[in-house]
């Protein structure tokens, strides 16, 4: 099973992403955070990459495309990928059904995580996560157990995306409303494109689908 989880950014398509590609044993492929480690490694694509990602831009078709191509080639999970913050525009949209149609594959589902905008400032801007082992938080909604310690590794250090902050997700509200919502209706007209309500709880959102999945 090979699916797509659209929405825009802090509609929960990360954490959704993860419950399901454990769920159905599924490779999870974000270009996000194949990027943020591009970044991090200092490599060619991560210093083409940086400035873009923090304005809050895509980065270009050509450079995200052969970098997803190489995973889905390097892929051996029989049960199938999910991926998660990809595609983004209309030309990665076109490029992906290339991808699997030489390996003879296609795409099952694409979900759509639907969220309410206003609340996506106040979601992003309170996120962080564990610098060890990348658990992530919520200041307000998901803060850790204990103050100041990470509940799965005992970390102490906790990181922000530099992304996260109000003026870079307006421009990256912009960047989905602008590019990537245009690509909804390539998947509604030609496949079974369904909606899921984003603002629900975690786990409901988890539930409701999984049980569209079947
Ligand atoms: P994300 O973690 O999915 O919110 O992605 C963080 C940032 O990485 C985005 O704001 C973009 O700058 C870049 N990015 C991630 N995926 C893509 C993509 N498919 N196309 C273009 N840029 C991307």
């Known amino acids: ?8 950014p802090g509609a929960g398509k990360g954490t959704q992403a993860d419950m399901l590609a454990t ?19 200092g490599s060619a694509l991560g210093a083409k990459a940086r400035g873009i990602m923090e ?26 990928i999910i991926l998660d913050g990809f595609p983004r525009t209309m030309g990665q949209a076109e490029a992906l059904d290339e991808m699997l149609g030489k390996r003879g594959l296609e795409i099952d589902h694409v979900i759509q995580l639907v969220v309410n905008e206003d609340e996506i400032v106040e979601r992003l801007s309170g996120r962080f ?15 850790p157990k204990r103050k100041g310690v990470c509940d799965k590794c005992g970390g102490t250090s906790f990181s922000r995306r530099t992304d996260d902050k109000p003026s870079t997700v307006r421009a990256r509200l912009a960047a989905y409303n602008e590019q990537t919502a245009l690509i909804l209706p390539y998947y509604s007209e030609a496949r079974s494109l369904v909606k899921v309500d984003g603002m629900a709880e975690m786990d409901k959102v988890f539930n409701n689908i999984k049980n569209l999945l079947g």
């Open 23 to 41: 769920f159905f044993g599924l490779t999870k492929l974000s270009t996000g955070d194949m990027l943020r480690a591009e970044v991090k490694t």
């Open 129 to 143: 996560s564990c610098s060890s082992c990348e658990k992530g938080y919520h200041e307000t909604f998901a803060p």
């Open 1 to 8: 099973m090979n699916l797509i989880l659209l929405g825009p």
């Open 55 to 80: 304005s809050g831009q895509l980065v270009p078709d050509d450079l995200i495309i052969e970098m997803i191509a190489s995973c889905i080639d390097d892929n051996k999970n029989r049960h199938g």
